[in-house]
């Protein structure tokens, strides 16, 4: 069976009403550089939200939310002092 979700019935008493608020939700577009950071985000299996909302989430799960730095980790360069001869 198939119901309308509760949050759906509040946005009016009647169907024409909930239509009607519904299409007032959905009609006007995302701003492109608003659209891009979320589009961004769900690629990379990130979190949206300011740096202080991503520490959170971080804490939270005790993993890292923001992508990592590209590529491998540079590796050090021992000085010829420090090589065992």
């Known amino acids: 069976m198939i119901t309308d979700h509760a ?3 509040a946005l009016g008493r009647t169907h024409e009403e909930r239509q009607q608020a519904y ?3 959905v009609r006007d577009q995302l701003d492109p550089a608003r659209l891009q ?4 985000s769900v690629n990379q299996c990130g979190v949206l939200g300011s740096e202080r909302f991503k520490d959170e989430i ?3 799960l005790s993993r890292r ?3 990592a ?3 491998r980790p540079k590796t050090k360069v021992e000085s010829k002092a420090e090589i065992p001869v």
């Open 23 to 25: 299409r007032g939700l």
């Open 69 to 71: 730095k590209a590529g």
């Open 37 to 40: 950071a979320i589009r961004e």
């Open 7 to 9: 949050a759906y019935l």
């Open 65 to 67: 939310v923001r992508p």
């Open 58 to 60: 971080e804490a939270a």
